[in-house]
Structures are given as structure tokens and as C-alpha cells.
Nanobody, 127 residues
Framework: QVLLVESGGGLVQTGASVRLSCAAS????????MAWFRQAPGKEREFVAA????????KYADSVKDRFTISRDNAGNTLYLQMNSLKPEDTSVYYC????????????????????WGQGTQVTVSP
């Protein structure tokens, strides 16, 4: 049974940094691309960042590029999202997700390509 558990969210001020973690179990973590998505109240879930199964390729939404860094520890079955220079518009519930296919050539940014999701962790950035 696939299990993804996010942690690390909280209430921070504008300009602060936060690191989210996602502990994965129940599947061969090192074979699947992983991603972070986020969803603000009243909005659709949106792509934030993705990383290849090997950790060598990454993709970012334009809104977070140069501020957020996605990484993974395949030995520890953990996905990370380092978020720097946080803005109020980054306030959302952040979800980690696992791709439905193994060993993609390039990480996907399409929500439909991810079929396993964590429960989410709230990040609130105060002005």
C-alpha cells in the first residue's frame, strides 16, 4: 500500500524559509518521479515542482523558480521541498505525489500523471 506523509508546514512570515518533507513507503520509491503540488482555498490544485526518479532532472512552476528547490533521498525514501523567500501568495496546502509510471524520460508536470497523494501539509505565509 502506497503511503505518502508530508510534514514541515506551519505559519511563517514573508521572506522566511521552510522545508517540507514527504516520507514514502509501500512502493519502490527510487523508480518513480515525484512532485509537489499545492492548493489554495477556492483554487485548483497546481503544479509546484517535480523531480526525476534518479534525482538528476527537476522542473518548477514559474511562480516558484529560483525560490524553491525540490530534492530526494532515495536511500531514505524521502522527498523534500526547500522553500525560500516565501510570499503570502505561497499560502496553500502542499501535497507530495508519486507518478503512475516508472522511469519516465523526463518529469511530468501534469496532475493526471500522478496517482498517489499524501494528505497535505498547510503552509501559511503572513504579510
Amino acid at each position: 500500500q502506497v503511503l505518502l506523509v508530508e510534514s514541515g508546514g506551519g505559519l511563517v512570515q514573508t521572506g522566511a524559509s521552510v522545508r517540507l518533507s514527504c516520507a514514502a513507503s509501500g512502493f519502490h520509491f527510487n523508480m518513480y518521479d515525484m512532485a509537489w503540488f499545492r492548493q489554495a482555498p477556492g483554487k485548483e490544485r497546481e503544479f509546484v515542482a517535480a523531480i526525476s526518479w534518479s534525482g538528476t532532472q527537476t522542473k518548477y512552476a514559474d511562480s516558484v523558480k529560483d525560490r524553491f528547490t525540490i530534492s530526494r533521498d532515495n536511500a531514505g525514501n524521502t522527498l523534500y521541498l526547500q522553500m525560500n523567500s516565501l510570499k503570502p501568495e505561497d499560502t496553500s496546502v502542499y501535497y507530495c505525489a508519486a507518478d503512475r509510471h516508472v522511469h519516465r524520460i523526463m518529469p511530468s508536470t501534469a496532475i493526471g500523471d500522478f496517482n498517489s497523494w499524501g494528505q497535505g501539509t498547510q503552509v501559511t505565509v503572513s504579510p
